[in-house]
């Protein structure tokens, strides 16, 4: 089973115009209710229907679906109508199907999505069936976070992607590193050594872009701050807390200490990291799950034998919370055949089908803690860091307004700022704040 490559996208920043131009929905099917007491999932009989479910492409392979729809249909009658999805244009297309009386009724939904959708009323609130649709699960933080607005459940989480530190063994055992690292203090050390053992002034024991907000929010989170926070409905930035302010100070110095002065103000693209990676311009990186295949793609004398992973570790005693980039399902508010799409995602989030065909055939990381422990079993040592990494993750606000302030780059500019010394940790922190504030509360 190979670890197939993570979708990290924010699909155009959501093209949050598209999806804030959504008018308020009510359901038109038989699911949901108006009560949040915690309900079993309906169990109807749909014989002569059809559910209509889109599904990205890329995200599951057809013989999941395939797996997925016979249950469904054993467990109902019903036959489903499956229609794969393009990513080019696809937020527009959602929001315009969403909108109209007759929408898909279960759509594949990138995990950042949600927010966005079920702000405007688009998504059914599955909040009463919460705790029937983990089947005793305790889902992944960083997919059931952006798939919750004001408390309440709008999309079910479906697969993840996590990044982890990604090293070369062979570099590494070369400066007298030959076991990963599990702590701070271990990881600090070794990258020391590796260093030391590579002088050249264009190398990175640890590659890690100043623009990296990704990166930078592991710090941040493990230090115990946060990007922003909700209580009854009104936002609050918080990177000028202590605990934020901490957890930038820790990421100037890591990034200063292990990357090249010029990674400061540069991004992950420009040059691409995987490439430095495989160039042998650096022998550490954090990334994605699939980034192996691409460090592999540009240097194919880099075996697997060359490759380690682990959780990046914090000062904190855990590992590093990470984002994670994934899926949820939703189901549209205004579906004819709410209770059949109920039945039909608990299925595809089901711990059979997770574990089955989610990780066993397709190769994504579970929806659930439970399901990354039983995967123990299957995944490779490669492997097994990313699976390691998900089990600590967090999520950006849960805002129909976080897409377009993260589109607009400031906050990658942000910890830019702070790492190359353009600005102090505050000031930065004050203009980023001010401006979360407005967007979040816009």
């Given at each position: 089973?190979?670890?197939?490559?993570?979708?990290?996208?924010?699909?155009?920043?959501?093209?949050?115009?598209?999806?804030?131009?959504?008018?308020?929905?009510?359901?038109?099917?038989?699911?949901?209710?108006?009560?949040?007491e915690?309900?079993?999932?309906?169990?109807?009989?749909?014989d002569?229907?059809?559910?209509?479910?889109?599904?990205?492409?890329?995200?599951?392979?057809?013989e999941?679906?395939?797996a997925?729809?016979?249950?469904?249909?054993?467990?109902?009658?019903?036959?489903?109508?499956?229609?794969?999805?393009?990513?080019?244009?696809?937020?527009?297309?959602?929001?315009?199907?969403?909108?109209?009386?007759?929408p898909?009724?279960?759509?594949?939904?990138?995990?950042?999505?949600?927010?966005?959708?079920?702000?405007?009323?688009?998504?059914?609130?599955?909040t009463?069936?919460?705790?029937?649709?983990?089947?005793?699960?305790?889902?992944?933080?960083?997919?059931?976070?952006?798939?919750?607005?004001?408390?309440?459940?709008?999309?079910?989480?479906?697969?993840?992607?996590?990044?982890?530190?990604?090293?070369?063994?062979?570099?590494?055992?070369?400066?007298?590193?030959?076991?990963?690292?599990?702590?701070?203090?271990?990881?600090?050390?070794?990258?020391?050594?590796?260093?030391?053992?590579?002088?050249?002034?264009?190398?990175?024991?640890?590659y890690?872009?100043?623009?990296?907000?990704?990166?930078g929010?592991?710090?941040?989170?493990?230090?115990?701050?946060?990007i922003?926070?909700?209580?009854?409905?009104?936002?609050?930035?918080?990177?000028?807390?202590?605990?934020?302010?901490?957890?930038?100070?820790?990421?100037?110095?890591?990034?200063?200490?292990?990357?090249?002065?010029?990674?400061?103000?540069?991004?992950?693209?420009?040059?691409?990291?995987?490439?430095?990676?495989?160039?042998?311009?650096?022998?550490?990186?954090?990334?994605?799950?699939?980034?192996?295949?691409?460090?592999?793609?540009?240097?194919?004398?880099?075996?697997?034998?060359?490759?380690?992973?682990?959780?990046?570790?914090?000062?904190?005693?855990?590992?590093?919370?990470?984002?994670?980039?994934?899926?949820?399902?939703?189901?549209?508010?205004?579906?004819?055949?709410?209770?059949?799409?109920?039945?039909?995602?608990?299925?595809?989030?089901?711990?059979?089908?997770?574990?089955?065909?989610?990780?066993?055939?397709?190769?994504?990381?579970?929806?659930?803690?439970?399901?990354?422990?039983?995967?123990?079993?299957?995944?490779?040592?490669?492997?097994?860091?990313?699976?390691?990494?998900?089990?600590?993750?967090?999520?950006?606000?849960?805002?129909?307004?976080?897409?377009?302030?993260?589109?607009?780059?400031?906050?990658?500019?942000?910890?830019?700022?702070?790492?190359?010394?353009?600005?102090?940790?505050?000031?930065?922190?004050?203009?980023?704040?001010?401006?979360?504030?407005?967007?979040?509360?816009?």
């Amino acid at each position: 089973m190979k670890l197939r490559i993570q979708r990290y996208t924010a699909v155009g920043a959501l093209g949050l115009a598209a999806a804030l131009a959504l008018t308020a929905c009510s359901s038109s099917g038989t699911g949901g209710s108006s009560s949040d007491e915690p309900q079993a999932v309906p169990t109807t009989k749909g014989d002569g229907k059809t559910l209509t479910v889109w599904v990205m492409t890329g995200d599951y392979t057809p013989e999941t679906i395939d797996a997925i729809n016979a249950e469904f249909t054993e467990q109902t009658g019903a036959d489903v109508d499956v229609q794969i999805q393009q990513w080019d244009g696809i937020t527009t297309k959602i929001s315009t199907a969403l909108a109209t009386s007759t929408p898909p009724d279960v759509l594949d939904l990138g995990n950042p999505q949600a927010a966005s959708y079920a702000a405007n009323g688009a998504l059914l609130d599955l909040t009463p069936y919460r705790d029937d649709l983990k089947q005793g699960q305790t889902w992944l933080t960083g997919l059931e976070e952006p798939a919750t607005v004001d408390d309440s459940l709008y999309a079910v989480p479906g697969f993840a992607g996590a990044r982890a530190v990604i090293y070369n063994k062979t570099m590494w055992a070369e400066a007298g590193v030959t076991e990963a690292p599990t702590t701070y203090d271990e990881l600090t050390a070794d990258l020391d050594k590796v260093k030391a053992a590579n002088t050249e002034s264009d190398f990175s024991a640890f590659y890690l872009p100043g623009q990296y907000w990704y990166a930078g929010m592991q710090f941040v989170w493990d230090a115990g701050g946060e990007i922003a926070t909700s209580k009854d409905g009104t936002w609050t930035a918080g990177l000028e807390s202590d605990e934020a302010q901490q957890g930038l100070a820790d990421f100037t110095e890591f990034q200063n200490a292990y990357s090249t002065p010029a990674s400061q103000t540069l991004d992950t693209d420009a040059p691409d990291q995987t490439q430095v990676f495989a160039d042998g311009k650096t022998a550490t990186i954090l990334h994605t799950n699939g980034s192996i295949d691409l460090i592999q793609k540009a240097n194919p004398a880099l075996t697997d034998d060359d490759f380690g992973t682990f959780p990046m570790p914090g000062k904190s005693g855990e590992t590093q919370p990470v984002m994670l980039g994934g899926s949820d399902w939703g189901i549209a508010a205004k579906s004819q055949n709410s209770d059949l799409a109920l039945q039909w995602t608990k299925i595809a989030t089901s711990p059979d089908i997770q574990n089955e065909w989610v990780v066993g055939n397709d190769g994504w990381i579970p929806n659930s803690e439970e399901g990354i422990e039983a995967a123990g079993s299957v995944v490779t040592p490669i492997q097994k860091g990313f699976f390691d990494a998900a089990l600590n993750s967090k999520a950006t606000p849960a805002s129909a307004n976080w897409a377009a302030l993260e589109g607009d780059k400031s906050i990658n500019q942000l910890f830019s700022s702070v790492v190359s010394g353009s600005k102090s940790p505050e000031a930065a922190a004050k203009s980023f704040d001010e401006a979360t504030d407005e967007a979040l509360n816009d």
